[in-house]
T-cell receptor, first 109, second 117 residues
Framework: QKEVEQDPGPLSVPEGAIVSLNCTYS??????FMWYRQYSRKGPELLMY????GNKEDGRFTAQVDKSSKYISLFIRDSQPSDSATYLC?????????FGKGTRLSVIA | GAVVSQHPSRVICKSGTSVKIECRSL??????MFWYRQFPKQSLMLMAT?????????EQGVEKDKFLINHASLTLSTLTVTSAHPEDSSFYIC?????????????FGPGTRLTVT
């Protein structure tokens, strides 16, 4: 089993939809959980980070961490075509970041 | 925000030559810099971690003599791909953590696309 599992998609939704992106992980030592957005041929951009379990909201984005289930989510409300990108989850404990494969999202106008 | 730049953004070189990629933190001092490579539709694979003034720590399977990393200052790290081969063609991305922030906040550069012919 890989340390971090993420469905690569692609995921296609209509503009205005609520998007749910998820990752599961196996390493219980992970404490820091991040979501990055990567546009084609660009470096990843940090969107959200969460320490331990709980929710965090920033504008249209909400990150959730459930450490008991080893499951993290990113919700995007009122999705826009500009949200079309690859979303990578990443996590760490006392080790370097471990990334998921990324989910490719397309928001159709 | 924290800005990380990379130069060049794209490079094409002939097999057997060496290529140097620069990574700079523009508006902060970087405690640690990381080098990743990314193949199409794949995730980022960590190659090495470097701290200013110290030797880089390479991940398993990454050849130290092939991928030379120099972290000369708190704002600059370089990756040199020596004797490049076509299989080294990839997207190389650096990232940095800030001295004044917790180490989990990594800021990525825009990446360098290397093509070896």
């Amino acid at each position: 089993q890989k340390e971090v599992e993420q469905d690569p998609g692609p995921l296609s939704v209509p503009e205005g939809a609520i998007v749910s992106l998820n990752c599961t992980y196996s390493n219980s030592a992970f404490q820091y959980f991040m979501w990055y957005r990567q546009y084609s041929r660009k470096g990843p951009e940090l969107l959200m980070y969460t320490y331990s379990s709980g929710n965090k909201e920033d504008g249209r984005f909400t990150a959730q961490v459930d450490k008991s289930s080893k499951y993290i989510s990113l919700f995007i409300r009122d999705s826009q075509p500009s949200d079309s990108a690859t979303y990578l989850c990443a996590m760490k404990g006392n080790t370097p970041l471990v990334f998921g494969k990324g989910t490719r999202l397309s928001v159709i106008a | 925000g924290a800005v990380v730049s990379q130069h060049p953004s794209r490079v094409i070189c002939k097999s057997g030559t060496s290529v140097k990629i620069e990574c700079r933190s523009l508006d902060f001092q970087a405690t640690t810099m990381f080098w990743y490579r990314q193949f199409p539709k794949q995730s980022l694979m960590l190659m090495a971690t470097s701290n200013e003034g110290s030797k880089a720590t390479y991940e398993q399977g990454v050849e130290k003599d092939k991928f030379l990393i120099n972290h000369a200052s708190l704002t600059l790290s370089t990756l040199t791909v020596t004797s490049a081969h076509p299989e080294d063609s990839s997207f190389y991305i650096c990232s940095a953590t800030r001295n004044d922030r917790a180490g989990y906040e990594q800021y990525f550069g825009p990446g360098t696309r290397l093509t070896v012919t």
